[in-house]
């Protein structure tokens, strides 16, 4: 019996300094993860910013409306969203309520900012494949003059496949192409 005492007094022993060396391990994890959760908020908070600007600008230079975009980050199942909302006059709307041309701006916004985003950029061409298709020809103008702005201000060559004649004002090269019978026929203007 006083072996078996010695033994489970030994184990005890044992287990109450492994739990202690857990607790030590616990208070620096805690530690840690309050400093990621920092950054995590600095980060978020760089990216809102860096989005939102980007957006807005886009926005507020195209359509009438003083269009702002948000970004809303939430935790849900244990994972950190965002959610994009537009402000307008103080109030938030989802992009599910707003026409296209606005969603459509706002997506060559966010295509622009993500690209300005990256640490090691690709080369600077994007490819738009009719970008404001949804947006109101009497905006076509304002449109084609944000396109070559954003161009030029970003060092950035956009290549645009588009039917709408006043996008087109805005390229330096502006190529017709054709098909006929299968055959694709490529014309500088």
Same mark, same amino acid.
Not at 103 to 116: F, K, P, Q
């Given at each position: /019996?006083?072996?078996?005492?010695?033994?489970?007094?030994?184990?005890?022993?044992?287990?109450?300094?492994?739990?202690?060396?857990?607790?030590?391990?616990?208070?620096?994890?805690?530690?840690?993860?309050?400093?990621?959760?920092?950054?995590?908020?600095?980060?978020? &908070?760089?990216?809102?910013?860096? #989005?939102?600007?980007?957006?807005? $600008?886009?926005?507020?230079?195209?359509?009438?409306?003083?269009?702002?975009?948000?970004? &809303?980050?939430?935790?849900?199942?244990?994972?950190?969203?965002?959610?994009?909302?537009?402000?307008?006059?103080?109030?938030?709307?989802?992009?599910?309520?707003? +026409? +296209?041309?606005?969603?459509?701006?706002?997506? #060559?916004? $966010?295509?622009?900012?993500?690209?300005?985003?990256?640490?090691?950029?690709?080369?600077?061409?994007?490819?738009?494949?009719?970008?404001?298709?949804? /947006?109101?020809?009497?905006? +076509?103008?304002?449109?084609?003059?944000?396109?070559?702005? /954003?161009?030029?201000?970003?060092?950035?060559? #956009?290549?645009?496949?588009?039917? &709408?004649a006043e996008l087109m004002d805005c390229g330096n090269n502006i190529y017709t192409i054709t098909q006929t019978q299968g055959v694709s026929t490529i014309k500088e203007n």
């Amino acid at each position: /019996l006083q072996g078996a005492r010695e033994s489970l007094l030994s184990n005890k022993q044992y287990q109450e300094d492994k739990t202690d060396g857990h607790k030590k391990e616990l208070v620096v994890l805690e530690k840690a993860r309050e400093v990621v959760k920092q950054v995590a908020i600095l980060t978020q &908070n760089q990216l809102e910013y860096k #989005l939102s600007e980007i957006v807005t $600008l886009a926005l507020q230079s195209i359509l009438d409306e003083p269009y702002e975009l948000k970004l &809303n980050f939430v935790q849900q199942r244990n994972k950190t969203e965002a959610n994009l909302m537009f402000k307008i006059k103080d109030k938030e709307i989802s992009y599910l309520e707003l +026409g +296209g041309g606005v969603v459509d701006i706002a997506s #060559l916004g $966010l295509r622009l900012a993500l690209w300005s985003l990256q640490s090691k950029r690709s080369r600077p061409v994007i490819i738009l494949d009719e970008p404001f298709k949804m /947006l109101s020809k009497s905006y +076509g103008e304002r449109a084609s003059n944000t396109l070559r702005l /954003l161009s030029e201000k970003l060092g950035i060559q #956009l290549i645009m496949v588009t039917h &709408n004649a006043e996008l087109m004002d805005c390229g330096n090269n502006i190529y017709t192409i054709t098909q006929t019978q299968g055959v694709s026929t490529i014309k500088e203007n």
